[in-house]
């Protein structure tokens, strides 16, 4: 069962994915700004690394599917970059955290996609799972990075999946 139904569906998480992992590319930025330091900063690093390998395999996938680097934010993601202005570091491993969440079923569900919605941008039989196993990749990095965030989030929260 994936919540993804149509051919357009499919386009649009894969850009929507795209946008977000290039946003979390630039996490970076705010090392200085929230003086964050060893293993704050350390988790940062990775996340921002990671979501830059995902950017670099969700554009293989473009490629493959003959579809455009979004040039435009889609819609459906917030208008602006990251602001963690005013916000203390836990706050902003929380703020993280959540679209690490919708990244991660969004990966899910692309992974799950049904076979004949796939084919209609994957026609090359030979790609269909590798694409299954390039989703399950990213699902259990993400799951990582959700995961990487709650060390950081002060106190008890309970996390769906
Ligand atoms: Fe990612």
Redesign the pocket.
């Given at each position: 069962m994936t919540g993804i139904k149509s051919k357009n569906g499919l386009i649009d998480q894969i850009k929507k994915n795209y946008w977000i992992?290039a946003d979390?590319e630039q996490l970076v930025i705010w090392e200085t700004r929230i003086k964050l330091k060893g293993d704050e900063k350390e988790s940062l690093d990775t996340l921002a690394y990671?979501?830059e390998e995902?950017k670099f395999l969700l554009e293989k996938w473009i490629e493959i599917m003959n579809l455009s680097i979004p040039e435009t934010r889609p819609r459906g993601i917030p208008e602006e970059n990251f602001d963690f202005s005013n916000l203390d570091s836990s706050q902003m491993f929380d703020v993280i955290q959540n679209y690490?969440i919708i990244?991660r079923d969004s990966y899910t569900d692309l992974r799950d996609i049904d076979e004949p919605l796939l084919k209609k941008l994957v026609p090359d039989e030979s790609y269909i799972d590798d694409f299954r196993s390039d989703m399950d990749e990213?699902v259990s990095?993400?799951q990582n990075?959700i995961n990487i965030c709650q060390s950081h989030i002060g106190g008890f929260k309970s996390i769906y999946g």
């Open positions: 992992e979390m990671e979501s995902h690490e990244l990213l990095e993400e990075h």
